[in-house]
């Protein structure tokens, strides 16, 4: 044994010789990085506990899943457009002229071990994905999540919408199947729609006219380098550094405040749960993997220009782009010579720039709006809120549209109905089914909010009707306990600020009605105010009381009806 202790045997270091070490890496590090004062924080960093923060989990993990079966399948595809002739397993296509892509992706799912297994692993993850991110941003639209300080957060998830969207269709396209080439070819007319450079614009992309040859190759290098480098870079800003940088949003409750956060650590709880969420998550996939089919390529055959199939419909996600265009008037204009397609530039390229653009400035503009200018780190409810939620459900609608349109041949054979009377009947829908959707919504927001005042202020109803001495008939109500109603009672930041036009004085207008723009900003500032909820205030004695509102227990609330009945009107 040496004499300092240091080792027991030859080549065998002590415990306190390894902790030694470790102390000794870590004050490297921290004398360098500065990574001790980050870990504690960390470590210590409280993550609200509320299901909804799971959809942005699942997007996470469902991207590793994504990476780690690219990872897998690039080793055996081949992104070449050169014939071949396939002898694989699959015996039905023996023989038959195809690309050596769509071979290489029939030996992956008949030739390759746990191939079929992995190609089908990654489609069910990319929809997943795809929904997951969806999903998450309604959720932070609905409840106003984008608010400052978060506006990037909302513009990088925008941004990675609309990249894993293309990034799904290129992925779609790369087996040169049947199926992935029809949409090919409905992504060829939409480039070449476009004004004077859409024909230079195809021949280069292409490699020379339809189909050509460089097609596969070119989308091959996008779909797993460019598209996923960039996501790789976007998805730990969203979803690690700004968020870790910034308090995190939760729920108005009981404690609930702006300057609060109630949630667990981010170690042990946080970290355990979430990885056991990731396993869930990957055994889901994996089950839907092994038992759904998806994407039968060898069904469908190569893709050929000359040949189509019936019921051809894409992935959900770019369901609501083929549906644009099927409903979209064969409308053209010509214009110095260049006949101009309006029938597929206005739902391949206007549509989708107008949604997302709008997507992207909608913080800015609600904020111009309402005035609202604070730090917000209090959800919104969405009944709290009814022109957001109203302007939400509308473009809710406006894609379901478009999505059911994009399959309008399938429900005319389903239900036996004229393909013509569906088409127009979509055309219909798209325009009025949002107008309605906003309506209709917004009164059900402003129906909850007043259930919302009645419980405040009577409590829940019991169903047991009393008789007063008088004979009158009243029904007995039950005061809320304070922790199942804070989230209506409990003081919240305001969603908006008074932005109206002050009146003349001495007949001199004030400065913000002078201008059209500053007219505009007050009656949608007046228009955005009118219905938005406010915080109820409860009368001590309710509490005591057995439910009446006035703690006698004799069941007369008519005082505390009519007092509700009249907060209600000013809704």
């Given amino acids: 044994m040496c004499d300092g202790g240091m080792l027991t045997m030859a080549g065998t270091t002590t415990p306190q010789a390894r902790g030694r070490a470790v102390d000794r890496s870590a004050r490297a590090l921290d004398d360098r990085l500065g990574t001790t004062g980050f870990a504690r924080r960390a470590l210590r960093k409280a993550f609200p506990d509320h299901w909804s923060f799971l959809l942005g989990e699942i997007a996470m993990y469902s991207f590793v899943i994504i990476l780690l079966t690219g990872v897998y399948l690039t080793l055996f595809y081949k992104p070449s457009m050169q014939e071949v002739v396939y002898n694989g397993s699959y015996t039905k296509l023996r023989g038959v002229e195809m690309s050596e892509a769509y071979a290489s992706t029939l030996n992956i799912s008949f030739d390759v071990r746990g191939g079929l297994l992995v190609r089908q692993l990654h489609h069910w993850s990319t929809l997943l994905f795809m929904a997951a991110i969806l999903v998450h941003m309604l959720r932070n639209f609905f409840t106003g999540a984008f608010r400052k300080p978060r506006e990037l957060n909302w513009l990088i998830g925008v941004l990675m919408l609309v990249l894993v969207m293309f990034n799904g269709l290129f992925g779609y396209t790369l087996p040169d199947d049947l199926l992935s080439g029809t949409g090919l070819r409905i992504l060829e007319g939409v480039t070449a729609s476009i004004p004077l450079v859409g024909s230079y614009t195809v021949m280069f992309l292409f490699g020379g006219e339809f189909p050509g040859t460089d097609i596969i190759p070119r989308l091959y290098v996008i779909h797993i380098l460019l598209i996923p480098g960039l996501l790789a870079a ?26 609060t956060v109630h949630g667990y650590p981010f170690f042990p709880v946080f970290i355990a749960k979430t990885t056991a969420f990731f396993l869930w998550l990957l055994g889901v996939t994996t089950l839907l993997a092994a038992f ?16 189509i199939s019936s019921g051809s419909q894409p992935d959900w996600y770019m369901g609501w782009l083929e549906g644009a265009l099927r409903i979209m008037p064969s409308w053209e204009i010509t214009l110095w010579g260049h006949t101009v397609a309006l029938s597929v530039l206005v739902p391949a390229l206007v ?13 800015f503009l609600e904020r111009w709006v309402t005035g609202d200018d604070r730090i917000h780190h209090l959800l919104d409810r969405p009944r709290d809120v009814p022109p957001r939620t109203g302007i939400g459900v509308a473009g809710v609608v406006f894609y379901g549209t478009l999505w059911l349109a994009g399959g ?42 007043r259930r919302d005042l009645g419980l405040a202020r009577h409590g829940l109803e019991t169903g047991i009707i009393r008789r007063s001495v008088e004979g009158g008939y009243s029904e007995v109500e039950r005061p809320m306990p304070d922790e199942a109603i804070a989230a209506i009672t409990d003081p919240r930041p305001a969603v908006a600020v008074d932005l109206d036009v002050p009146p003349p004085v001495d007949g001199i ?48 609330g008519d005082g505390e009806r009519r007092a509700v009945d009249e907060a209600a009107s000013r809704h």
Avoid: M
């Fill in 351 to 363: 549509v989708p720039g107008v949604l997302f653009t709008g997507l992207a400035a909608y913080p």
């Fill in 509 to 556: 207008d004030s400065p913000r009605g002078r201008t059209a723009r500053g007219r505009l900003r007050a009656a949608l500032n007046r228009r955005f105010r009118a219905d938005l909820a406010v915080v109820p205030e409860r009368r001590p004695e309710l509490n005591a009381g057995n439910g009446d509102g006035n703690g006698d227990g004799d069941g007369d």
């Fill in 292 to 307: 759904v089919q998806i994407n039968p390529i060898w069904l469908f055959g190569p893709y050929d220009p000359g040949a």
């Fill in 408 to 449: 309008n041949d399938v429900l005319a054979d389903r239900f036996h109905v004229s393909l013509f009377w569906t088409t127009w009947f979509f055309r219909g829908l798209i325009i009025l089914g949002p107008v309605l959707a906003y309506i209709i919504t917004y009164r059900i927001c402003v129906g909850l909010q």
């Fill in 234 to 259: 976007l998805i730990p800003l969203h979803a690690i550094v700004l968020t870790w940088r910034q308090t995190h949003t939760q729920f108005p409750g009981k404690g609930s405040s702006n300057g």
